[in-house]
């Protein structure tokens, strides 16, 4: 009897009791596996902004196609108006305060400047890069004009392709994010460069899964080719813009940020409406021929929803998320954008998803997975 009792002692494991129960027991045990990342707030948030920033794409292209659409001025300048005046508003009420910055050093390491590399071609571009600015007021310029250059090539294209393939070329960011990311000092970790392959390989089976557009606005290909530049371009603006804001997110409050980012992009919105608007008159053209539908309630609806989902709030949860998360890693989960816009695109434009682009989306599930275990230095 005492020999079978040793025996089941020692089947026990060597971290048990005799007192134990078996799921005191299992509890010791699970401790020792490993166990899943939680992810973070600042990555929920991240999250966010690409589920909003994946209906912009969808949205515009409703717009386009009801009768007597905005030109890409109209649009932009509209749209940044009402995000701007959202996120204003929102910023007095909280109380704007100080145009001063607050430094203090994030968990991403946004606001320490690089001590290596000072000099040459090489340092002067990191130093441009981990530029911490003085004041409110100069970082919000400077994001306002990055983000104004990616929002308004973006609507140039989104006039000549369709919504489900400026998702997928706007994810040249995957790679173009974490270059300019190393560019300023930052040492991504082998899991972010691993999830950001894995998510450019998803947005290329995406880009196969769709033939080429029909030109969606007057004549044929070669306007369908400015439109895919367009896209380009939008990206490494969105990728300097998603830099640059993780240098900067750490040293002025979140919602002030985006109100100084937001009002800086409605200016020069304006002044770009300006323009058109002046060269129309100069020409001889009514004024309402830059938005021939303005009266159109769905249009409104549209540009309603462009402004306060991906616009007001996605600012606010981008700038909120890039405070904690390093740039590189930011724009894998970014990368989720191209699966909710085919999604949406889907749902409210007909556009169809065949097998090689779900196997693509998954893909890029899997590399925000991979990504997020990653870290950077």
Same mark, same amino acid.
């Given at each position: 009897?005492?020999?079978?009792?040793?025996?089941?002692?020692?089947?026990?494991?060597?971290?048990?009791?005799?007192?134990?129960?078996?799921?005191?027991?299992?509890?010791?045990?699970?401790?020792?596996?490993?166990?899943?990342?939680?992810?973070?707030?600042?990555?929920?948030?991240?999250?966010?902004?690409?589920?909003?920033?994946?209906?912009? @794409?969808?949205?515009?292209?409703?717009?386009?196609?009801? !009768?007597?659409?905005?030109?890409?001025?109209?649009?932009?300048?509209?749209?940044?108006?009402?995000?701007?005046?959202?996120?204003?508003?929102?910023?007095?009420?909280? *109380?704007?305060?100080?145009?001063?910055?607050?430094?203090?050093?994030?968990?991403?390491?946004?606001? &320490?400047?690089?001590?290596?590399?000072?000099?040459?071609?090489?340092?002067?571009?990191?130093?441009?890069?981990?530029? &911490?600015?003085?004041? =409110?007021?100069?970082?919000? =310029?400077?994001?306002?004009?990055?983000?104004?250059?990616?929002?308004?090539?973006?609507?140039?294209? #989104?006039?000549?392709?369709?919504?489900?393939?400026?998702?997928?070329?706007?994810?040249?960011?995957?790679?173009?994010?974490?270059?300019?990311?190393?560019?300023?000092?930052?040492?991504?970790?082998?899991?972010?460069?691993? %999830?950001?392959?894995?998510?450019?390989?998803?947005?290329? =089976?995406?880009? #196969? +899964?769709?033939?080429? /557009?029909?030109? &969606?606005?007057?004549?044929?290909?070669?306007?369908?080719?400015? %439109? +895919?530049?367009?896209?380009?371009?939008?990206?490494?603006?969105?990728?300097?813009?998603? $830099?640059?804001?993780?240098?900067?997110?750490?040293?002025?409050?979140?919602?002030?940020?985006?109100?100084?980012?937001?009002?800086?992009?409605?200016?020069?919105?304006?002044?770009?409406?300006?323009?058109?608007?002046?060269?129309?008159?100069?020409?001889?053209? !009514?004024?309402?021929?830059?938005?021939?539908?303005? @009266?159109?309630?769905?249009?409104?609806?549209?540009?309603?929803?462009?402004? =306060? *989902?991906?616009?007001?709030?996605?600012?606010?949860?981008?700038?909120?998320?890039?405070?904690? $998360?390093?740039?590189?890693?930011?724009?894998?989960?970014?990368?989720?954008?191209?699966?909710?816009?085919?999604?949406?695109? &889907?749902?409210?434009?007909?556009?169809?998803?065949? /097998?090689? *682009?779900? $196997?693509?989306?998954?893909?890029?599930?899997?590399?925000?997975?991979?990504?997020?275990?990653?870290?950077?230095?």
């Amino acid at each position: 009897m005492a020999h079978w009792r040793g025996l089941h002692d020692k089947g026990r494991g060597a971290g048990a009791s005799v007192g134990d129960s078996p799921s005191k027991s299992f509890a010791k045990e699970r401790r020792w596996l490993p166990q899943a990342p939680k992810p973070t707030s600042g990555q929920l948030c991240l999250l966010g902004v690409a589920f909003l920033w994946g209906t912009y @794409a969808p949205a515009l292209r409703f717009l386009y196609g009801l !009768p007597g659409p905005p030109c890409p001025a109209a649009l932009t300048a509209v749209r940044t108006l009402i995000q701007s005046s959202v996120l204003l508003a929102s910023a007095v009420a909280q *109380g704007m305060g100080s145009l001063e910055g607050r430094p203090q050093v994030s968990s991403n390491g946004a606001n &320490v400047r690089s001590k290596e590399g000072a000099g040459g071609a090489g340092g002067g571009l990191r130093q441009a890069l981990n530029f &911490v600015a003085p004041t =409110l007021l100069v970082g919000g =310029l400077e994001l306002g004009l990055w983000n104004f250059a990616a929002s308004s090539t973006q609507a140039l294209g #989104l006039e000549f392709t369709t919504a489900t393939r400026a998702a997928f070329l706007i994810q040249a960011t995957a790679l173009l994010t974490p270059v300019l990311a190393s560019l300023s000092g930052e040492r991504p970790g082998r899991a972010v460069w691993t %999830g950001c392959g894995v998510a450019l390989l998803g947005t290329l =089976l995406l880009t #196969l +899964d769709h033939a080429p /557009p029909a030109a &969606v606005s007057a004549n044929a290909t070669p306007i369908a080719i400015g %439109g +895919d530049a367009c896209i380009f371009v939008s990206a490494f603006f969105f990728s300097l813009a998603t $830099v640059r804001l993780g240098k900067l997110a750490s040293s002025f409050p979140t919602l002030r940020l985006a109100a100084a980012k937001s009002v800086v992009m409605a200016l020069i919105a304006a002044g770009w409406l300006g323009t058109s608007a002046l060269g129309q008159v100069t020409s001889g053209q !009514p004024v309402t021929a830059l938005w021939q539908g303005y @009266a159109d309630p769905l249009a409104w609806g549209a540009i309603l929803w462009a402004s =306060l *989902g991906p616009g007001a709030l996605a600012a606010f949860l981008q700038t909120q998320g890039q405070s904690s $998360v390093p740039a590189a890693q930011s724009q894998v989960i970014f990368s989720s954008l191209p699966l909710w816009s085919a999604l949406f695109a &889907v749902l409210l434009l007909n556009e169809t998803l065949g /097998p090689l *682009g779900w $196997v693509g989306g998954l893909s890029i599930v899997g590399a925000g997975l991979i990504a997020s275990r990653g870290k950077s230095a």
